[in-house]
């Protein structure tokens, strides 16, 4: 009678019996077999520092101009901080004793200038666990929302549970401005979605061990905690930190004082206050001291011009427009654009003030109508005119852009 050859089961005890050239083997063993396949190729495709090719600063930088265009400064800023990351998980203990330090960097930036994009394009290029996760959605610790500790366990998924592997790996804190401490004044309510989150945070940001629940979610006694030492984690936060314009323009001009002073204040940049961005001016915002002391590296990115959003639309590695024309592509249609549409998409971007992610907002309300029909009908090229894109947005009900 045919049975496996590994289990021992009959034929009529499994739902599939494969035959072999000496031998037999069911489901039940195949699946099992496969799930020790898993584990194993988990555990030799782990991350490992000693195949790290190290990556000098300038050609991080070069890897973030093919998608990202602009921000000189804040890719240098992040690509000597990930650059020193590598460097300090591969630094032999040497007699001098001197332990290199990580220094945690905030980013800050009007929203649309690329602070999330600039994160994204990093982790392309990692071979290290990295994850984003959005503060917006933390809360002290037996509140509605996901604990802090909840940052530690999106890392241990993007490791595979490897736990040294994540231990050493990057993370992305988006939205760090909305956990900004509501009032100055004290209340009787707890301030659970914004100082409480900033408190619970700073362990995590200076370095010591967290017990993380493995699948995330609420902690509860009975649940097997997975112990993380942060200590080598990279912490990068992101904020646009909306009217922090108003306590920049409030420090620089307490310093205006007699006729000296003013010939200074006409060279301040009005337009750009964002660059004299000072840590005393997050403190002003609502971030607490203890937390500002922690991401001690502070950049900033600079507000969109019309020549760099006229960039944006069609040079990037994964620009807009191309990946317009790729979808019509997969349909075998050739999708152009003339110039004018071009220039009448980034002037409504200025306009609206939306930044780079207003642009796919205007394109789409551009291209819905087209992208609805021309799969139904047998044209080989479409070519968008402005008259046709002037069209689209004036029908379109646009006051939501403009109010976002």
Excluded: W
């Amino acid at each position: 009678m045919d049975k496996c050859s590994f289990c021992g089961r009959e034929r009529k005890d499994t739902n599939l019996l494969i035959a072999g050239i000496s031998g037999h083997i069911c489901d039940s063993c195949i699946e099992q077999a496969n799930t020790i396949l898993d584990e194993e190729f988990k555990k030799k495709n782990s991350f490992d520092l000693g195949d790290i090719k190290l990556l000098k600063p300038a050609e991080i930088k070069e890897f973030l101009d093919l998608y990202v265009i602009g921000q000189d400064e804040a890719k240098k800023f992040l690509a000597v901080a990930v650059y020193n990351h590598y460097k300090r998980l591969m630094q032999v203990t040497e007699d001098d004793d001197v332990e290199i330090e990580k220094s945690n960097i905030l980013l800050v930036g009007e929203t649309g200038t690329g602070k999330t994009l600039l994160a994204r394009t990093i982790a392309k290029m990692l071979h290290i666990p990295f994850t984003i996760v959005d503060a917006t959605i933390l809360t002290e610790a037996g509140y509605v929302g996901e604990d802090i500790e909840s940052i530690l366990t999106r890392l241990l998924q993007a490791a595979d549970y490897n736990i040294e592997a994540a231990e050493k790996g990057i993370v992305f804190i988006d939205e760090i401005d909305k956990i900004a401490r509501k009032s100055d004044n004290p209340s009787i309510t707890r301030d659970v979605s914004g100082e409480g989150v900033q408190q619970g945070l700073l362990k995590l940001l200076e370095g010591a061990v967290v017990n993380v629940p493995p699948q995330g979610g609420r902690k509860h006694p009975e649940q097997k905690m997975i112990p993380v030492n942060t200590k080598n984690i990279l912490f990068v936060a992101g904020g646009a930190f909306d009217g922090i314009e108003r306590k920049i323009a409030q420090r620089l001009n307490t310093k205006v004082v007699g006729y000296h002073a003013s010939k200074n204040k006409d060279r301040i940049d009005t337009t750009n206050l964002l660059q004299y961005i000072a840590p005393q001016d997050l403190k002003l915002f609502g971030l607490i001291p203890e937390i500002i002391g922690r991401l001690p590296v502070l950049t900033y990115l600079h507000p969109l011009t019309r020549e760099t959003l006229r960039r944006i639309l069609t040079e990037p590695k994964n620009a807009i427009i191309k990946q317009y024309k790729k979808l019509f592509s997969i349909d075998e249609i050739e999708l152009n654009f003339e110039d004018s549409v071009l220039e009448y998409i980034v002037d409504k971007a200025v306009e609206f003030k939306l930044g780079a992610r207003g642009i796919r907002s205007i394109c789409e309300t551009i291209m819905i109508d087209t992208m609805f029909e021309a799969p139904s009908k047998n044209r080989k090229e479409i070519t968008i005119r402005l008259g046709f894109a002037k069209e689209k947005i004036e029908k379109a009900n646009l006051a939501r852009l403009k109010a976002s």
